[in-house]
């Protein structure tokens, strides 16, 4: 009886402990949960997405955006965007480069964008050159628009000015129809003549 009774008790310790281990699992498995959907956020913070004031169909195509940019490709800020600071050419060589990626020039139109974009040549040695961006107004003298047809925002805070007149740029008329960002005022953008040599950034559309 004693025999039976000590078989009993071991019965219910063995289970008791299968029960805490398969808590302990449970709880366990909970946290790796959260923590990945904490990475999962923290990530989609620092690529921009959760900042996306947008609708909900433009959100999702940020997101599939964003999984789909690969190296060389970088995700910064709901843009998928490659940088070419070593080969230099004139505007339209570039934007050939660029279009041979599959890409269009970059398209600067939001300042969150340009902040990062800055931000993130100067963070990783490609604040070297100027870089040409898709705007321009060779079609029509004065009124820039960038590769999809919207019109170039003017002014503040994204074009720069001369370091010795001090003139908000454009001012290059007739001889100056192509955009870049220039290196030696913070890569505000200027009008370029279209001829000059610099890199160019390119973004996945
Ligand atoms: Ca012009
Ligand atoms: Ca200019």
Redesign the pocket.
């Known amino acids: 009886m004693a025999t039976f009774r000590c078989v009993q008790l071991l019965v219910l310790a063995v289970t008791a402990a299968a029960e805490s281990t398969q808590i302990l699992q449970e709880l366990s498995n909970t946290l790796l949960l959260n923590q990945l959907a904490i990475s999962n956020l923290l990530a989609e913070r620092d690529s921009g997405v959760r900042d996306c004031r947008c609708s909900g169909g433009e959100e999702e195509s940020k997101r599939r955006m964003a999984l789909s940019c690969e190296r060389p490709f970088v995700f910064l800020h709901g843009h998928c965007i490659l940088v070419e600071s070593q080969k230099t050419g004139n505007w339209n060589e570039m934007k050939t480069f660029c279009n041979h990626k599959g890409t269009e020039m970059v398209k600067v139109d939001s300042e969150n964008f340009m902040y990062y974009l800055v931000k993130y040549l100067h963070g990783n040695g490609l604040a070297v050159v100027d870089y040409w961006v898709g705007g321009s ?1 060779q079609d029509n ?2 009124t820039f628009f960038w590769p999809d047809g919207t019109r170039v925002k003017m002014g503040t805070p994204f074009w720069g000015d001369g370091p010795d007149d001090h003139i908000q740029e ?1 001012d ?6 192509c955009i870049g960002m220039w290196k030696d005022d913070h890569y505000f953008l200027f ?1 370029y003549n279209c001829n000059d040599r610099i890199g160019v950034i390119c973004e996945k559309v």
Do not use: T
Not at 172 to 177: D, E, F, T
């Open positions: 107004d003298e004065g454009p290059g008329g007739a001889g100056q129809n009008d």
